[in-house]
């Protein structure tokens, strides 16, 4: 077991990304990402909420057309995206599979994100919640 770690490091660093500097990114993003959280509930108006809330929220509390709420989203998707991105940035001589399944993960991640948003909503994310 040891050397097949030993063999995935220094392969990865023949790409030129370190695993320290990607674990430290991932672990440094968790504080951005959940920030872009706390800035969606609170440009929702959404003060308090207790862990079982969090956990099953009702995404129809949410509004999208709120400048902090935007902010918010895109805090957490782009924390969410910079330890992957930092393979695409930084990497070098990567092999075509790495930069596909980088941007696959990438791509679907923020499309489930989205849909997930939608779907939770109701179709409430189309329509401003100012006009009635």
């Keep these: ?13 023949k790409w030129n990304v370190n695993p320290i500097i990607f674990i430290c990114i991932y672990l440094f993003s968790f504080l951005p990402f959940y920030s872009g959280i706390f800035l969606i509930l609170k440009g929702s108006n959404i003060d308090r909420i207790t862990f079982r809330e969090f956990r099953h929220f009702d995404f129809s509390k949410i509004s999208i057309f709120n ?10 998707r782009l924390a969410w995206a910079l ?6 940035i930084f990497g070098s001589n990567l092999p075509v599979s790495i930069h596909l399944a980088v941007w696959i993960w ?3 991640g923020i499309g489930f994100f989205i849909n997930r948003l939608r779907q939770k909503s109701g179709g409430v994310a189309h329509a401003d919640p100012r006009k009635k």
């Design 1 to 13: 077991m040891k050397e097949i770690i030993l063999q995935l490091y220094q392969q990865v660093l």
């Design 67 to 76: 400048s902090m709420t935007i902010s918010g989203l895109l805090v957490n």
């Design 83 to 88: 330890p992957y991105l930092y393979i695409e």
């Design 106 to 108: 990438l791509i679907l």
